[in-house]
């Protein structure tokens, strides 16, 4: 029990990605700042501009300092998801109180996630770009973003589950809505990104009119004739999309039983 204990304790002593865990409150509050001034400085001179030397001294601490809370340019972004995952999940859980038609819920949850982002969508577009190369730590399918996502599906398990729909829903299904909600978030990120509407106001009518679609087929996926696609799709998600993207093995291939040959007939002799 013991080394269990204090193999669990030397695992949190740092985040993933190199990035220290806090350990005081002073040292909380300091992570904090420099997070904040990076996030201020990125908006007010852009990603591509800013140096961890101007966020270290607009932020008041030495270059070291900031470098050992974050290791890299990278990880500020990594630690502002993982800010701004539990800021969404707050909120949403707040507005969702008392709730229980899913659909409404569903729509509370990503509506929640566009107030939250929306004074970052100036500079999203620069965060896409490294987010979108498949090696970057950015990738919101990497190890590194693994904390940032597990919150997130947690708040779409919580929808769910909460929800006067859960109870009609087969085991499996429900077993896989929540990553599949997550996904469906990926969509309307990737379509706000790019939406130069005033207040994002095309990604919004995307959430209020996908959303009642969405529900609607995952409604009538709990019908025994939906079973088999179920299990497909819950296969294709275990096996490519958790607990990451082009970082596991591709699982094995089950091995297909050769086709019985069909015997062919010995040709007659033709009559001499």
Partial sequence: ????????????????????????????????????????????????????????????VSVGNAYYYFESKEFLIQGFYDQMTHEHARAAAVRMEGVRDFAERLDIA???????????????????????????????????SHPARATAVALFRDVL???????????????????????????????????????????????????PLTARVIALSRYRAFRPLVRDAKGLIQDFILPTIGRTPLPDRPTSTPAPTSRRRKPRKSAT
């Fill in 1 to 60: 029990m013991e080394d269990n204990k204090r193999g669990a304790a030397a695992a949190a002593e740092e985040l993933p990605g190199g990035r220290a865990l806090p350990k005081t409150g002073k040292s909380e509050q300091t992570r904090a700042v420099i997070l904040d001034t990076a996030m201020r400085l990125f908006r007010e001179r852009g990603y591509d501009k800013t140096t961890m030397r101007a966020i270290a001294t607009e932020a008041g």
């Fill in 110 to 144: 990503l509506t929640a996630w566009l107030d939250c982002a929306a004074e970052y969508h100036e500079f999203a577009a620069q965060f896409f770009r490294t987010a979108a190369d498949p090696d970057s730590s950015l990738s919101p399918f990497s190890n590194e």
């Fill in 161 to 211: 589950m909460d929800s006067d729909l859960a109870p009609k829903l087969d085991a499996e299904l429900t077993e896989l809505l929540p990553d599949l909600l997550w996904l469906h978030l990926m969509v309307v990120v990737l379509y706000w990104v790019f939406d130069r509407t005033p207040d994002t106001a095309r990604t919004r009518e995307f959430v209020r009119r996908s959303t």
